[in-house]
């Protein structure tokens, strides 16, 4: 019932910045969470950072003080600022949602972006 489109990963050097943004169309009544994903290589899918209707944000601690997630909920889009970019945050990017339709609670995934720091 929701589809996610993605866009903002590339190639950046150590330090630099990226924004992701991630765009959520289809049939639901409203998206309690929106956040972001990330999967290196070898490794399995972990939380980045989430935020909730009521814009309260959390983040895990390697991102703390270097990403910012925010979201526009006219636009039904979620962002990621990512500030300070080491080697370590090379991953897929993958946005989520957890929407409420006529069918209940739905968790929804985009098809990822890729996020490459170079040292």
């Known amino acids: 019932q929701v589809q996610l489109v993605e866009s903002g990963g590339g190639l950046v050097q150590a330090g630099g910045s990226l924004r992701l943004s991630c765009t959520a169309s289809g049939s639901f009544f409203s998206i309690n969470t929106m956040g972001w994903y990330r999967q290196a290589p070898g490794k399995q899918r972990d939380l980045v950072a989430t935020i909730i209707t009521g814009g309260i944000t959390n983040y895990v601690d390697p991102v703390k003080g270097r990403f910012t997630i925010s979201r526009d909920n006219g636009k039904n889009t979620v962002y990621l600022q990512m500030n300070s970019l080491k080697p370590e945050d090379t991953a897929v990017y993958y946005c989520?949602?957890?929407?409420?339709?006529?069918?209940?609670?739905?968790?929804?995934w985009g098809p990822g972006t890729q996020v490459t720091v170079s040292s």
């Open positions: 989520y949602t957890v929407s409420f339709g006529s069918i209940g609670q739905r968790t929804s």
